[in-house]
């Protein structure tokens, strides 16, 4: 069985910071999943936000590009996603998502980002 938990939302006043932890737990080999951070705004599709490879090669979503930053440190089994300059459009409940094409695919229950004043 294996166990993605997120941690590290809240809330935060437009131009903040937060930084996002997932740690994976179970029958995983976590360095050979892709990693991912995905969100899910009030009334909207889940979306990508950042993704994380294998290799450590990263891509985000043109809406957060520059201000997010996804890593990996694989001897924690743990992926991060540090969120910068934090807009009201970035509120939504984030999760995080290990991929291994193919073979496996598994979620995080979520934590709850709010950007408001």
């Known amino acids: 069985q294996v166990q993605l938990v997120e941690s590290g939302g809240g809330l935060v006043q437009p131009g903040g910071s937060l930084r996002l932890s997932c740690a994976a737990s179970g029958s995983i080999r976590f360095n050979i999943y892709t990693m991912a951070w995905y969100r899910q705004a009030p009334g909207k599709q889940r979306e990508l936000v950042a993704i994380i490879t294998v290799g450590g090669l990263t891509n985000s979503a043109d809406s957060v590009k520059g201000r997010f930053t996804i890593s990996r440190d694989n001897a924690k089994n743990t992926v991060y996603l540090q969120m910068n300059s934090l807009k009201p459009e970035d509120t939504g409940v984030y999760y995080c998502?290990?991929?291994?094409?193919?073979?496996?695919?598994?979620w995080g229950q979520g934590t709850q980002v709010t950007v408001s004043s």
């Open positions: 998502n290990a991929n291994r094409a193919g073979q496996a695919n598994y």
